[in-house]
């Protein structure tokens, strides 16, 4: 049975940033709410959160709305508020390090350059929370435009393909843990 209690989905709020390569966090969390008929609602941690169930057990869904770069903030106080350890944690976010549509499932580690991560690993407190890293690819250009940039019409499919996959590692996740999926997930590519 997994640990895992509260997912987390790093994004940026606001239509100006919705369906951008910084946002495949959001866009993995909405999939599971709505696989599970789940809705968003607002709560004064500064996140939209769902509540879906996985082995009899609530499990949340998170999208904080603080912003990439003070994720950690949203993150911890709904760690907090539902007295969870850092090992309940699970954090779902784009990564220019991997090839597009790429997938890591990972137990801990750092931040890689990502302020989303890093925020939440200042926040919390501790590396030693499970991640699934979503691979965007890194442009030759300005990383910073680029992951604010929608994707091109010739990236929808290989991005629609990542986002089902990120779904199903989750899902997973939840039912199998997180060794089992690492081995299922991690060898895909």
């Keep these: 049975m997994s640990e895992i209690r509260l997912i987390a989905g790093l994004g940026n709020p606001g239509p100006e940033f919705a369906g951008s390569r910084h946002n495949m966090g959001f866009e993995v969390v909405d999939r599971l709410a709505a696989l599970h008929g789940a809705a968003f609602s607002s709560c004064r941690e500064k996140a939209l959160v769902a509540s879906i169930r996985a082995n009899q057990a609530p499990v949340l869904l998170v999208k904080p709305q603080t912003f990439m770069n003070l994720s950690g903030l949203a993150v911890r106080a709904l760690l907090d508020k539902h007295r969870l350890p850092p090992g309940a944690l699970l954090v779902v976010y784009d990564d ?4 597009l549509g790429q997938l890591r499932l990972l137990p801990r580690g750092s931040s890689g350059g990502h302020k989303g991560m890093a925020s939440v690993i200042a926040a919390v407190g501790t590396e030693d929370f499970a991640r699934l890293r979503v691979g965007i690819g890194r ?22 393909k990542a986002l089902e996959e990120a779904v199903a590692a989750v899902e997973c996740v939840l039912r199998e843990g997180l060794v089992r999926a690492m081995n299922k997930f991690n060898r895909r590519r």
Aim: a negative charge; hydrophobic letters at 45%.
């Design 96 to 99: 220019l390090d991997l090839p």
């Design 139 to 160: 442009p030759a250009g300005d990383a910073a435009a680029y992951v604010l940039s929608r994707f091109l019409p010739e990236e929808a499919e290989p991005v629609q």
